[in-house]
């Protein structure tokens, strides 16, 4: 088909798959919102990302202290669209990984997932959204640390987390460590603010003409 890629994407290394393990809309919300305010203060942006990008931000977390989980996810859907869009510099690794999964075109039989059942589908997405989490987790401590919030004593806990994804997978646990640090993001670190809107000059003084 037009624009498909010639050969099968490499297959993905075997990975201790674990049974899913049910999680609250509270915490999906959670580690979506918290790496997105640190995506939005990356240094990139100048301290000032555009209100295009802000105002989905803005809702989500709107939504999120609402306890709207459901609402806050839909507007983190409509950000990590728009971190796509070519108008804005490229967000570096990791947290390119907000962005909305584009896979290229490719017959069916070329997805991995190609016919498997429910669960393992379910138990690899888990794996792989687990990696970004662990991945995002240690890019905000260290981002955080040169940006006048110190997050160094919840790495230990990444690494604790890091160590019970390698030998277990996804188990009950393993989001401990990561949590700590989304939830200290949002107590210590600001929200992202899009630019202030320029004002307009002050409109010069009438002078009043007198008759001669």
């Known amino acids: 088909m037009p624009g498909a890629p010639n050969r099968p994407p490499p297959k993905d290394p075997e990975v201790p798959v674990a049974p899913t393990v049910p999680e609250t809309p509270e915490r999906q919300a959670l580690r979506r919102l918290a790496p997105c305010r640190i ?17 989905p931000y803005d809702r989500a977390e709107t939504a999120y202290a609402a306890g709207d989980y459901a609402g806050a996810l839909q507007a983190l859907d409509q950000l990590s669209v728009r971190f796509h869009e070519p108008r804005w510099p490229t967000l570096p690794e990791p947290f390119r990984r907000l962005r909305v999964p584009i896979p290229p075109p490719m017959p069916p039989h070329w997805d991995p997932e ?32 040169t940006h006048g919030t110190d997050l160094s004593a919840l790495a230990p806990g990444v690494e604790r987390s890091a ?50």
């Not at 203060?41 to 802000?54: E, I």
């Not at 498997?116 to 991945?135: F, G, N, T």
């Not at 670190?189 to 002078?207: C, F, L």
């Open 114 to 145: 190609h016919g498997m059942a429910v669960p393992e589908k379910e138990a690899r997405r888990a794996r792989r959204s687990a990696e970004d989490q662990l991945a995002l987790a240690r890019a905000t401590v260290a981002w955080a640390g």
């Open 163 to 212: 160590a019970i994804l390698e030998s277990e997978g996804v188990v009950a646990g393993f989001y401990d460590g990561i949590d700590a640090v989304w939830l200290a993001v949002r107590e210590h670190v600001a929200k992202p603010a899009a630019p202030a809107a320029a004002r307009a000059p002050p409109a010069p003084a009438s002078e009043e003409v007198g008759e001669a």
């Open 39 to 55: 995506a939005l203060r990356l240094d990139q942006w100048k301290n000032a990302p555009s209100p295009d990008l802000v105002a």
